[in-house]
């Protein structure tokens, strides 16, 4: 990768030197990452840490970090094992990308058959990791699932089952060491009326269909005299990969409205989430969290008159965060708005020839290959003397324009109640109404709570930072953060802050200003205080030419200086004390000196 220089980490070895004496290794970490991994891929297997005695000899070796993946080999990276969304399938038997069954609803021709490849969506976890196990012997297990959506149409799961291309996370659970469990997070995608969460954000298209028109002249072929014959036709084509219209950028082929995170017998985590198919691939408003739900556990003891007593599992509500976003469509940013025009090369202008009929001018000759139609469907019997059709550029305008999406207020509520009682509720059910909802009968009542209200203002249309965050308590504390943007002469710079403002019921108690270049580099920095004063706490004396700083001083403290090449820090002094740095010909870090003559060594 560009990052990596196609090359893998093997070890990093950390050494110390005292008193001059030559650098004694003291910890170092290995990978092991072989080649020869059974998935056909680079694959990490374990991590481990070895310690050093004085002598530079190996006497600590703790138990491995290790890496497990579910079995089975991944094909050559250009196989055509793949479905619809190009996730392995193992379908080994596909010799082409061509469908064996096609959905009909991208065409109205109905599913096609043809004898090609295997598209199905599986759900194969071939190389995905299953399990990492700690040195103190606990370990983290991942399951998985295929992605699944309420909204498939009906004959893509009559031909293809109701599975997405994919994995969703279904659990992870927690070791310890002895073999028992410590704690199972379990993942729901569910509606609260029990149906799938999940939702296609857009059909994938492999083939389309198209009806068009053919028509014979008068006293041709089979055309009647004096009439026109007009037959239709049905196209098909069959595509290897996706085809549907595509947008500026993709976001995911599969969203979820809500995603219930169990943990355990504590409790759980409910998400709430904007999903909504729009066919063009991508929205700015999916994928947004609208409500998250912090739920508690607890349990009841009822007696409902000649039943058995019974125990029923509460869900108590103790948070619920709410958010509500703006976009672009409140404030636009015009310096995202582009206007690209095409002109017309004056050159070009009915000079490219597209097409030119044959026959003799002003004969009207039966051979000729071309006739005349109009556009009112009368027939000109007599073919057009040759006409030659040329191309001429007429495009207008077209825009280009970035939309975003920002939060405009959260609303944070947090909830408490009186103790679910101990002892046994009696219900009689000839006086008493039985709750259709224990949870309600037991939390509703007796809750009290505490509300937070986050706003966000966005004062200056160019930026979609906010310009204020307002926090409102339920006792009516007002606390706000104000923010002031640089913007150089030029206006290229507009999203480094340069005052910083915190305020509690209108009256400053602290935050930040920075003395700015007209590059945006902070040059002073100052700590506001109560009052609204200032205390300068740094100054950044100089720069390189690519902005990295060359000396910095906190207050009255000895000045800091660092000293680069190629933009690479390779030393940094304070005082008496010095830090170096190597790298290698690929300007990866190679060596770390540190200020107690520790040394870190990298190895690739």
Excluded at 232 to 252: D, E, K, L, V
Excluded at 261 to 267: K, L, P, Q, R, Y
Excluded at 329 to 347: A, G, I, M, W
Excluded at 375 to 401: K, M, V
């Amino acid at each position: 990768s560009p990052t990596s220089n196609g090359m893998k980490l093997n070890l990093i070895t950390i050494s110390l030197r005292w008193q001059n004496v030559a650098f004694q290794p003291v910890m170092r970490y290995e990978f092991n990452h072989p080649t020869d991994d059974p998935t056909g891929r680079l694959t990490l297997l374990s991590l481990q840490e070895v310690g050093f005695d004085d002598l530079g000899i190996p006497d600590t070796i703790n138990p491995p970090y290790s890496f497990k993946y579910y079995g089975g080999s991944l094909p050559p990276y250009l196989s055509n094992a793949i479905d619809m969304w190009g996730y392995y399938n193992a379908a080994g038997s596909n010799e082409s990308l061509a469908h064996k069954l096609v959905p009909s609803y991208n065409d109205e021709f109905g599913t096609l058959n043809y004898n090609g490849a295997n598209r199905r969506a599986t759900g194969n976890t071939t190389g995905v990791l299953e399990s990492i196990t700690y040195p103190t012997g606990g370990s983290t297990t991942f399951k998985y699932e295929s992605h699944q959506a309420a909204n498939l149409p009906q004959d893509y799961i009559h031909n293809f089952g109701t599975a997405i291309g994919g994995l969703r996370l279904r659990q992870i659970i927690d070791a310890d060491g002895l073999g028992g469990t410590a704690l199972t997070r379990t993942f729901v995608y569910k509606t609260e009326s029990g149906e799938e969460s999940g939702v296609l954000m857009n059909n994938p298209v492999y083939y389309k269909g198209s009806t068009y028109t053919t028509s014979l002249p008068p006293g041709t072929g089979s055309s009647p005299d004096n009439q026109f014959f007009y037959g239709t036709r049905n196209s098909r084509t069959i595509f290897a990969y996706n085809a549907s219209s595509f947008g500026t950028i993709q976001g995911n082929h599969i969203g979820y409205t809500r995603v219930d995170e169990v943990i355990g017998s504590i409790g759980k985590n409910v998400y709430h989430y904007i999903a909504t198919p729009n066919g063009r691939g991508w929205d700015p408003t999916d994928g947004r969290l609208l409500k998250k739900q912090v739920y508690g556990s607890a349990s009841a003891q009822v007696e409902i008159r000649s039943q058995p007593v019974q125990t029923v599992n509460l869900e108590r509500l103790d948070r619920e965060e709410i958010y509500t976003y703006g976009g672009s469509d409140e404030n636009f940013n015009p310096l995202t708005f582009f206007v690209l025009f095409v002109e017309s090369d004056d050159e070009q202008n009915d000079q490219s020839l597209l097409c030119q009929t044959v026959g003799t001018p002003g004969v009207c000759d039966p051979n000729n290959q071309y006739e005349w139609r109009h556009t009112t469907g009368t027939y000109d019997p007599c073919p057009h003397p040759p006409e030659q059709f040329r191309t001429r550029f007429n495009q207008f305008w077209y825009s280009l324009s970035t939309t975003w999406t920002r939060p405009v207020q959260t609303v944070t509520t947090d909830y408490f109640y009186n103790a679910v009682p101990e002892d046994v509720v009696f219900f009689n059910p000839a006086t008493d109404d039985i709750p259709d909802d224990w949870n309600d009968y037991f939390f509703t009542s007796n809750e009290r709570s505490v509300t937070q209200t986050t706003d966000y203002e966005y004062g200056r249309p160019d930026l979609t930072l906010a310009t204020a965050v307002s926090r409102n308590n339920s006792d009516g504390a007002i606390f706000r953060t104000e923010y002031e943007f640089f913007a150089n002469i030029s206006g290229g710079i507009r999203a480094i802050p340069f005052l910083i403002t915190h305020k509690s019921d209108g009256a400053t108690f602290g935050g930040t200003r920075s003395v700015l270049d007209p590059r945006g580099w902070p040059q002073e920095i100052y700590e506001l205080t109560d009052g609204g004063g200032e205390v300068l706490r740094a100054t950044i004396n100089s720069y390189t030419l690519a902005g990295r700083p060359v000396s910095f001083q906190y207050m009255n403290f000895p000045t800091e200086t660092y000293t680069w090449n190629q933009n690479l820090i390779t030393q940094r002094d304070y005082g008496n004390w010095t830090w170096t740095y190597e790298y290698n010909e690929k300007r990866l870090l190679t060596q770390q000196v540190e200020i107690d003559v520790q040394e870190i060594d990298y190895t690739y």
